[in-house]
């Protein structure tokens, strides 16, 4: 792990686990009150169409990390290939979020503004903290040397990167199932194949998976706390989702299919 960290990042880290920590607790008593748990939102104030929430609240990510990298950062760090890869990653999922996942969204669930805005603010703290650890505090090493250091960096930038792909692949595969399930008619229905003969919440598994990746490929701490605060967050989601299907299809839900972990949880 990549301890080269000024007090500022591992300051950012921390509020990142504490920020998963209590909205997961939250979550607990309150569902946040968007898509299933939506109906709701009436007593969360005003909302606005889902398409245009999702593409200002997920936005910043890729606008602020960008922005605090090319401007933060000396030309070591910026013309760095390790840090450019890491960089693309991180804006290339949140371009595909903001921009193409809200023009091809079914959902018809208004969003409350409440909502959009904690999410927003979470992008633009998460964007801000992985483009200043990029700019100012990840490696400077060239890849192309042949000793130990860069041989490791190799490696865990090649299983972190595969990893990432993985988890970003089922995350999109499981969203398009989603999406097909309300091609025909409004209402929910049990989501069949894929990774949803093992858990409920396929979609949040495979995102788990991505940041789990490139947390494994940037070998850095601001990088584990945002794997750690999505598995919190999307993982006490999942299992709501998960007491939701069983609590609406009863019977019909299959019996061996777990929330969010195949198998185990
Ligand atoms: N990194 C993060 O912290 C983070 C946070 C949140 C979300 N995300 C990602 O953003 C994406 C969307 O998140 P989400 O929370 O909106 O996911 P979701 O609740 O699973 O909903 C995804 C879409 O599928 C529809 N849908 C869900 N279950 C359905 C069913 N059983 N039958 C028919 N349609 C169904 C939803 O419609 P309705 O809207 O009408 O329910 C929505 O349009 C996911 O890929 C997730 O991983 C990431």
């Not at 007090?7 to 569902?31: K, P």
């Not at 049990?190 to 495979?206: D, E, K, R």
């Not at 990088?223 to 989702?241: D, E, N």
Request: charged share 10%; with cysteine.
């Amino acid at each position: 792990m990549n301890t080269k960290t000024d007090t500022e990042v591992w300051y950012l880290s921390l509020g990142l686990v504490v920020f998963g920590v209590t909205a997961s607790i939250l979550q607990t008593y309150v569902s946040a009150p968007y898509g299933k748990f939506s109906s709701t939102h009436r007593s969360w104030g005003p909302s606005i169409s889902p398409k245009l929430g999702w593409l200002l609240m997920e936005s910043p990510a890729f606008y602020v990390s960008a922005a605090v990298f090319f401007t933060q950062s000396d030309p070591a760090h910026r013309y760095n290939t390790v840090n450019l890869l890491l960089l693309s990653l991180f804006i290339f999922y949140y371009l595909v979020r903001s921009l193409v996942y809200p023009l091809l969204m079914t959902s018809k669930q208004p969003m409350p503004i409440v909502v959009m805005f904690s999410a927003w603010f979470f992008c633009a703290y998460n964007g801000y903290l992985q483009g200043i650890y990029l700019a100012k505090y990840s490696t400077t090493e060239s890849l192309t040397t042949t000793d130990t250091t860069s041989t490791l960096t190799t490696l865990r930038l090649t299983i972190g990167t595969l990893l990432f792909f993985v988890g970003w692949y089922i995350n999109q595969a499981s969203d398009h199932q989603l999406r097909s399930l309300k091609k025909h008619s409004d209402g929910y229905k049990i989501p069949q194949g894929g990774m949803f003969q093992y858990v409920s919440a396929a979609n949040y598994l495979g995102e788990i998976i991505e940041w789990c990746g490139y947390a494994v490929a940037s070998w850095s701490i601001p990088a584990l706390a945002f794997a750690v605060f999505t598995a919190l967050q999307l993982g006490r989601r999942g299992l709501s989702y998960h007491q939701w299907y069983q609590q609406k299809f009863k019977e019909e839900y299959p019996k061996d299919r777990k929330a969010i972990i195949p198998f185990i949880l």
